[in-house]
Nanobody, 121 residues
Framework: QVQLVESGGGVVQAGGSLRLSCAASGRTFSSYAMGWFRQDPGKEREVVARISRSGGIAVYADSVKGRFTISRDNAKNTVYLQMNSLKPEDTAVYYC??????????????WGKGTLVTVSS
């Protein structure tokens, strides 16, 4: 079992930055590929970024490419999402996720409870 706890959400003005963190429990963090997803009320949950077990490969949704960066620190059991040049349409609840499958499309085994990001115009 892996427990994921997100932090770092909040309210920021358009053009600003936020850094989300996701702390994972357990000793097997490096055996999971990780990802960040987001969901706006009334919409489906969508992938934001995913990262391989080593952290050497990452993929991004087109809507965030060039603005967001996913990274991980396996020694700290933590995955990060650096969000720059934020837009009002980035407003959503952001979820951390872990998969034992492929980093780019593996089914999610564990979800965090989410952290709210609000971008004001």
């Amino acid at each position: 079992q892996v427990q994921l706890v997100e932090s770092g959400g909040g309210v920021v003005q358009a053009g600003g930055s936020l850094r989300l963190s996701c702390a994972a429990s357990g000793r097997t963090f490096s055996s999971y590929a990780m990802g960040w997803f987001r969901q706006d009320p009334g919409k489906e949950r969508e992938v934001v970024a995913r990262i391989s077990r080593s952290g050497g490969i990452a993929v991004y949704a087109d809507s965030v490419k060039g603005r967001f960066t996913i990274s991980r620190d396996n020694a700290k059991n933590t995955v990060y999402l650096q969000m720059n040049s934020l837009k009002p349409e980035d407003t959503a609840v952001y979820y951390c996720a872990a998969t034992s499958g492929n980093y780019y499309d593996g089914d999610i085994d564990f979800w965090g409870k989410g952290t709210l990001v609000t971008v004001s115009s």
